[in-house]
């Protein structure tokens, strides 16, 4: 038996919309970003309402894009903060993305139960979060159990967390998938 490789490619559109050395300074503009990332990937119809960078916090520029690609993928783990986790580790060539200096992962939703592990492990010295997680769930989404506490356990693992940073903005994408129909994808219904 031959087994498949599993790869992940980001959506060609992502070359024009994500350029190399793109600054963002701010981290609204940073989150105006990856809510950009989020809406086009529904609008091109190349997965699901979420987005994701690895940023250089200080100097905002660009490390790695990520989308959320399950449902084009059929890759249960395909989130866009994995993705653009795993775009980062590439490009630095580490596992751990906390050695060459201070990174930040922006995402447009909090972190699913998945996400969240994969925040800790990644060597992220912060996360910035757009939408609740609330905000996913109330259109059907399962974000998993996460502990109570999550913003301190990351806390107390030496990783700041900014939460509802344009959090409007970033709902409103969850909110324009599903009144357009988009895939629900929950394995567990």
Known sequence: MSLPAVTIELPDWMEEAAPGGLLCP????????VVDLARENVRQKTGGPFGAAVFEPDSGRLIAPGVNLVYTTNLSCAHAEIVALSVA?????SFDLGEGGPLELVTSTEPCAMCFGGVIWSGVKSLVCGA??????AIGFDEGPKVPDWPEELSRRGISIARDVCRAEAASVLEEYAENGGVIYNARR
Not at 132 to 137: K, M, S, W
Request: without cysteine; glycine residues 6%; charged residues 55%.
């Open 26 to 33: 701010t981290r609204e503009d940073r989150m105006r970003f």
């Open 132 to 137: 609740r997680e609330q905000d996913a769930r």
């Open 89 to 93: 580790q590439r490009i630095l060539g």
